[in-house]
Structures are given as C-alpha cells and as structure tokens.
C-alpha cells in the first residue's frame, strides 16, 4: 500500500487534482435535484477523500433499496427538515404517514405540501381519497386534485377512442379486446364520471365483454366482471346465464358459485341460493377463506334477509 509520506510532490498534485475532480462530478450530479444539498454533500465529499464519496453512495444505495417497494398510494413523508444537510436522504428517514392521515392535519401549509406534491407526482391513487382531495376546503388542494382527475379521464378516454377504431377494423382480436375491456375497467372504476355517463359506459362495457367471452372463455377475470356488471345493471336473467357458462368453463373453479349465491341474494331467492351453498360445499374445490366465510355466512339460511 502506497504511503502519502512516500509520495513525491508530483503525484501528491495528481492525487489532489484527481480527488478535486471526483469531488466537482458528484456535485454537477447531484445539483441537478437539490443544487444546496449539494454543497453540502460536495464538503463533504471534498474534505473526507475516498470515505466521504463511499459514505454518501453506501446511503444512496440502502435508500434506494429500503424504499423502492413502498406502497405510494398510503405512505407519503413530511418535509419539515427540508431545508437539512443531507436533506434529500435525511427527508427519507422522516416521519411517515399514512397519506390518508394528511387530509385530516391541522397545518394548512404541511397538509396542502403533503398532498399536492403526491398528487402532482401521481402517487395519490386511491379514487376515494382523491374525491376527498377535490373536494377538500383548501382550494390549491382541491385545484391539483381536479387537475389530476381531469387528466386521467381525458388520457383514459384518449386510449378507449383509439381501441375502438382498431376493434371496428378488426373485431374478431382478442388483444384488442382484452385491452380494451382492462382499459375501460380501469376507467369505470375513477369514480369521477356523472351517472348517465357510468351507467351509458357501464352497458357498453358489459355488451363488449359478452363479445369477448363469445370469442375467448379462457380467461376467469372476464366471466367475473361481465356477472358483477350485470348484477349492478339489473340485468338479473343475462346475469343467471353468464353463471351457468362460467361454470361449465370452470366447473372447479370456487368463483361461478360465489357469483351464483351473489346473484340470488340479490334476488332474493333463498332456495337457489342454499342450493348453490350446498352444491359449493359438496365440490371437491379447495376453498379460500373467501369462499369459507361466504359458506359460514349462509348455511343453514339463518343468515338469510
């Protein structure tokens, strides 16, 4: 191992300009996200040669891979030591909070950073909290969350146009139309549209999957939405129709009788539905503590209103 006290002048000179050199990239780096965090990290890279770059690297490299799985639609972080050495890094070790939480804070200014800055980074996600957000008192709150509504449906519907052009040039393609109802699932499910719009959307999405199915019955997902949507409809005899097809596609499937039982307790028909329980139970269906719950809830009908 070289010793510095062995060096002669010549590479002591190199070292340094080297070393100043490293110093100066890491700063251009990092000052293109925080250009005072920088100067901050720069000293420190400057003044400690070789550990002070490991160091801050080693933090960048733990921070990526401690947060990088985080749900951002319910953790969200405060940012009152904004203004910290190391802000960037420390800012990820802050409080963290449900992002939920941040509506019902009595700090105007932190509450009104915490959301719109999730809202603009597009990690508020939750439609439910984003009504709450729109309709919010604050009213730059409830601007960026209009804003971001506005921008989904708008993008959504940009996406369903041009989809319904390529199905009508070609409507026996099945990728077209799986894309096309997971679009279109995605976008009854904002929860922003007015009711004659839903409900216009909602028909047209369920006629689309009767075609899809007709076309491909592989897919378990379909039969499930095109049931549930024509239960909402009160479309009760398409509804009992689709039952009967996803069970003949998957007769060991637990999901046709859940749909089954959903479907006669909506109508009210207690005999169908104990027959359903029964025919469930006696399956040799390896049951999901969905399906347990539902046949503990049921059985016997003393449950039944």
């Not at 199905?167 to 995605?186: E, F, G, H, K, V």
Request: charged residues 25%; glycine residues 2%; proline residues 2%.
């Amino acid at each position: 191992m070289l010793r510095v006290s062995n060096m002669n002048d010549h590479e002591i000179i190199i070292l340094f300009v080297v070393h100043t050199v490293v110093s100066l990239l890491y700063f251009f780096m990092a000052a293109s996200k925080n250009k005072s965090q920088a100067i901050s990290e720069f000293l420190i890279v400057f003044s400690i040669p070789i550990f002070g770059l490991i160091f801050l690297l080693g933090l960048r490299l733990f921070d990526f891979f401690r947060f990088k799985n985080e749900d951002p639609s319910y953790m969200y972080q405060e940012f009152k030591n904004s203004n910290s050495v190391l802000g960037d890094i420390i800012r990820r070790k802050a409080n963290i909070i449900p992002i939920e939480d941040a509506l019902f804070l009595d700090d105007a200014k932190l509450k009104r950073t915490l959301l719109t800055d999730a809202i603009k980074q597009d990690v508020l996600r939750n439609n439910n909290l984003l009504l709450r957000a729109v309709r919010d008192s604050d009213r730059e709150i409830s601007h960026y969350a209009v804003s971001a509504v506005t921008t989904t449906i708008e993008k959504m519907e940009s996406q369903l146009f041009h989809l319904e052009k390529k199905m009508r040039s070609d409507p026996n393609n099945n990728d077209n139309l799986r894309q096309y109802a997971d679009t279109m699932s995605d976008y009854l499910q904002i929860g922003f549209l007015d009711k004659i719009s839903q409900k216009k959307s909602e028909k047209a999405y369920a006629s689309m999957l009767e075609n899809l199915i007709s076309l491909d019955a592989t897919e378990k997902k379909y039969f499930i939405e095109k049931i549930n949507y024509e239960i909402k409809l009160e479309n009760y005899i398409k509804a009992e129709e689709f039952c009967e097809k996803f069970l003949e596609y998957f007769p060991n499937s637990e999901m046709p009788y859940i749909l089954y039982i959903k479907l006669y307790s909506q109508l009210k028909n207690y005999n169908g539905l104990q027959e359903k329980v029964k025919q469930l139970k006696a399956s040799p269906i390896q049951f999901t503590v969905n399906a347990l719950e539902i046949i503990r809830f049921w059985d016997g009908g003393e449950h039944y209103v």
